[in-house]
């Protein structure tokens, strides 16, 4: 078999990393990988140990219809039995009528909750002969929108456990970010866009620090909200509390390291720093949205309703009041991503769908 994949993200987090995964498993399991991603994306040295071929195309997004007579040359080119398409951005449909002009059947995987109208869907949708989507949240807004249940399929995101599984060094706080030892972290991990929330733990963040002056709240990630989330630190005087850390490569040693991680979201469509967070056994606060409660449920976690300001506050403080249910909630958290979120189920679930399609 061999496999077309398309991924137009430039940075290997998120859902490209995701694609980073699939790709060595299916490489594992005796698949022929193609991948086409934007040039200079850091996908192309990730997965390029699994691929056949990689190919670099411009990507210039939703307005880039030249994109579908690239892809088309490279799938006549490679002649894939089938092709699979992770993002958005003119990947999607781009890419899935460039499939049909070339008569090759195309899947595409559906990673956030945001809806669409209804016909956009239904007739968006029909490019491909499956929709999969990494939560039951998901599926369900598809659903709802007229998407043929049969059409649709969930295929949970996963997370490389054993990276995450580790004891937590007391050095890496200190020499990431200058801590000495005594302050309790309370980590985000988010790109800085609106749907993340993180302006709700600010709001939040000076009640905590009354109750736990030794609180620090440190911001994982980047993106076009910095310079609003650095003033609103300013206006709340929170510059000795909240430090914004970019983007780290090095998480896989941070996360242990942690007290507490927060998840404030308005939306989402799974959740991948929380499956990573749980497989380093932090416990864990989240917004009762999208996906969030699928990892979260069953008392793998605390959820408070999206943008409730005061119901977060409480349920932060809940937990660093009580170090035992901090232990109890990052045991579960571990245990359930170890169940339901391995890279082994991730991988032979979107194999499952293309053989089906393939049939």
């Known amino acids: 078999m061999t496999v077309l994949h398309v991924e137009a993200g430039r940075h290997l987090y998120g859902g490209a990393l995701q694609v980073r995964y699939l790709i060595e498993g299916l490489s594992r399991r005796g698949v022929r990988n193609v991948l086409v991603c934007p040039r200079g994306a850091a996908i192309a040295?990730?997965?390029?140990?699994?691929?056949?071929?990689?190919?670099?195309?411009?990507?210039?997004?939703?307005?880039?219809?030249?994109?579908?007579?690239?892809?088309r040359r490279v799938i006549q080119r490679e002649q894939p039995d089938l092709v699979h398409l992770h993002s958005r951005r003119g990947a999607d449909i781009f890419g899935g009528v460039a499939a049909r002009l070339c008569g090759v059947p195309a899947v595409v995987?559906?990673?956030v909750d945001n809806p669409e109208r209804a016909w956009v869907a239904r007739l968006k949708y029909r490019?491909?002969?499956?929709?999969?989507?990494?939560?039951?949240?998901?599926r369900e807004v598809l659903l709802a929108e007229g998407?043929?249940?049969?059409?649709?399929?969930?295929?949970?995101?996963?997370?490389?456990?054993?990276?995450?599984?580790?004891?937590?060094?007391g050095t890496v706080l200190r020499e990431a970010f200058g801590f000495s030892g005594d302050e309790t972290v309370v980590g985000v991990i988010a790109q800085l866009i609106p749907r993340k929330g993180h302006r709700y733990l600010l709001e939040a963040a000076p009640c905590i620090i009354?109750?736990?002056?030794?609180?620090?709240?440190?911001?994982?990630?980047?993106?076009?909200?910095?310079?609003?989330?650095?003033?609103?630190?300013?206006?709340?005087?929170?510059?000795?509390?909240?430090?914004?850390?970019?983007?780290?490569?090095?998480?896989?040693?941070?996360?242990?390291?942690l007290d507490l991680v927060v998840h404030?979201?308005?939306?989402?469509?799974?959740?991948?720093?929380?499956?990573?967070?749980?497989?380093?056994?932090?416990p864990m606060?989240?917004?009762?949205?999208?996906?969030?409660?699928?990892?979260?449920g069953d008392d793998a976690g605390l959820l408070v309703p999206p943008g409730d300001v005061p119901a977060l506050a409480e349920a932060v403080l809940r937990l660093l009041d009580d170090p035992d249910l901090r232990l109890r909630l990052g045991r579960a958290a571990r245990e359930r991503v170890c169940q339901r979120f391995s890279l082994d189920a991730m991988v032979e679930g979107n194999l499952a769908v293309y053989r089906d399609v393939i049939g």
Do not use: K, N
């Not at 490019?127 to 998901?138: C, E, G, M, P």
């Not at 649709?152 to 054993?162: E, K, L, R, Y």
């Not at 990630?221 to 510059?239: F, K, N, T, W």
């Open 264 to 282: 404030p979201v308005e939306m989402e469509g799974l959740g991948v720093s929380l499956l990573q967070a749980g497989a380093a056994g932090v």
């Open 147 to 169: 998407v043929p249940a049969d059409q649709v399929v969930c295929v949970p995101s996963a997370v490389d456990v054993a990276a995450y599984s580790r004891d937590c060094d």
């Open 45 to 71: 040295e990730a997965a390029g140990p699994f691929c056949d071929a990689v190919c670099e195309l411009p990507m210039g997004g939703d307005l880039d219809v030249g994109f579908v007579w690239r892809l």
């Open 210 to 257: 009354e109750a736990h002056p030794q609180v620090r709240f440190v911001f994982f990630g980047q993106g076009p909200l910095e310079d609003e989330i650095r003033e609103q630190v300013s206006r709340h005087g929170l510059e000795g509390h909240v430090l914004l850390a970019g983007f780290r490569d090095d998480l896989p040693r941070i996360l242990p390291c």
């Open 109 to 111: 995987s559906r990673r």
């Open 127 to 138: 490019l491909f002969h499956r929709v999969i989507t990494i939560s039951q949240a998901i």
């Open 285 to 296: 606060v989240g917004a009762r949205a999208g996906g969030v409660p699928e990892i979260l």
